[in-house]
């Protein structure tokens, strides 16, 4: 599985009892994965200013997911540490599902505009993303 921006995992016992999707944002200098979470919950859709900090990926996009998703860029950024990563890898705790590259930008504008993620947070994605969004603007 590729650690690059854009991949989608299924992480099995994510939380105790919970297995959740995650976006993986990148790895940074600490050798940290990032991710967000992904989630079907649409109760943040009339929260403000949560709903202008989700990404919304639309049913159909990718066969895994089986209703309209949400990236979600206000909670903490997920840190795990590469080899615990690959561990969890290994032993079939996360699993490549898919590849949404294309959603990277919306990410870097909701983040940079966020009111709700703290400032390390912010920088550590707008770092690791800021070359995507400014390809994507050339």
């Known amino acids: 599985m590729t650690l690059e921006a854009g991949t989608i995992a299924f992480w099995r016992d994510f939380e105790p009892g919970h297995d959740k999707f995650i976006y993986i944002l990148g790895t940074n200098r600490a050798?940290?994965?990032?991710?967000f979470t992904i989630s079907?919950?649409?109760?943040?859709l009339t929260m403000q200013p949560h709903a202008n900090e989700m990404v919304e990926i639309p049913k159909g996009t990718v066969d895994c997911l089986h209703k309209t998703c949400f990236i979600q860029c206000f909670y903490e950024v997920r840190r795990t540490p590469i080899s615990e990563f690959r561990d969890l890898e290994r032993r079939g705790f996360i699993n490549y599902r898919a590849s949404l590259p294309q959603f990277?930008?919306?990410i870097y504008h909701r983040v940079k505009d966020s009111e709700l993620l703290d400032g390390y947070d912010r920088e550590e994605v707008l770092d690791l993303l800021r070359p995507l969004a400014d390809a994507a603007s050339d």
């Open 31 to 35: 050798d940290d994965v990032l991710s």
């Open 40 to 44: 079907s919950q649409t109760k943040y």
């Open 104 to 106: 990277a930008v919306a």
